[in-house]
């Protein structure tokens, strides 16, 4: 069955940097993008962006320019999401997503990344 | 870049009937898609291409798309069915195509 399984919670300083693992199964990984989307405390779902996981190449929404990289490793079928010069705004749930079907919704969702920032 | 618009929260009765809006302009030209979410939890797909429902999802879990406004229905509420719900759509003529509504809280008194 298809699974998406990212990694463990993250604290961290501001200004570090963070990277978040999302391993698929399940499927062919090169097939169908990834996406990101974040989830601040109490707020509600922003779409990141997503990369292209046959080619490599990202594409990001407006506001998440410049800090934020999508990566893979496709010997591993895992995407990577990582954010540079962290601030306490970028406290949040991140979660990668697929749309299986090539229909514009998500269908299938990893278990959401908790990533804090705190000194 | 494309706005959607939901009433931040929605109260029901159990066994009523709960309907959660999302309002944008002309949305009926667009597919929307609908999205329940509990404490803790992903996301889980509810609703797909306005009134289709994935396999597992109750029929009590409806929608309706026209005009302005996109309306996610629940028939005979359940405390379960406590959780937020937000509707998607997917902008292709924008440089931002995936576009979230603000998600709507949902209760079961």
């Known amino acids: 069955q298809v699974q998406l399984v990212q990694s463990g919670s993250e604290l961290k300083k501001p200004g570090a940097s963070v990277k978040v693992s999302c391993k698929a199964s399940?499927?062919?990984?090169?097939?169908?993008?990834m996406n990101w989307v974040r989830q601040a405390p109490g707020q509600g779902l922003e779409w990141m962006g997503w990369?292209?996981?046959?080619?490599?190449?990202?594409t990001y929404a407006q506001g998440f320019t410049g800090r934020f990289v999508f990566s893979l490793d496709t010997s591993v079928s895992t995407a990577y999401l990582q954010i540079s010069s962290l601030k306490a705004e970028d406290t949040a749930v991140y979660y990668c997503?697929?749309?299986?079907?090539?229909?514009?919704?998500?269908?299938?969702w990893g278990q959401g990344t908790l990533v804090t920032v705190s000194s | 870049s494309y706005v959607l618009t939901q009433p931040p929260s929605v109260s029901v009765a159990p066994g009523k009937t709960a309907r959660i809006t999302c309002g944008g302009n002309?949305?009926?030209?667009?597919?929307v898609h609908w999205y329940q979410q509990k404490p803790g939890q992903a996301p889980v797909l509810v609703i797909y291409?306005?009134?289709d429902r994935p396999s597992g999802i109750p029929e009590r879990f409806s929608g309706s798309n026209s005009g302005n406004t996109a309306t996610l229905t629940i028939s005979r509420v359940e405390a379960g069915d406590e959780a937020d719900y937000y509707c998607?759509?997917?902008?292709?003529?924008?440089?931002?195509?995936?576009?979230f509504g603000g998600g709507t809280k949902l209760t079961v008194l």
């Open positions: 291409y306005d009134s």
């Open positions: 997503a697929s749309r299986l079907t090539g229909d514009p919704y998500f269908d299938y």
């Open positions: 998607q759509v997917w902008d292709s003529s924008s440089d931002h195509p995936v576009v």
């Open positions: 002309n949305i009926g030209s667009k597919s």
């Open positions: 990369i292209n996981t046959n080619t490599g190449n990202p």
């Open positions: 399940g499927y062919t990984f090169t097939s169908y993008a």
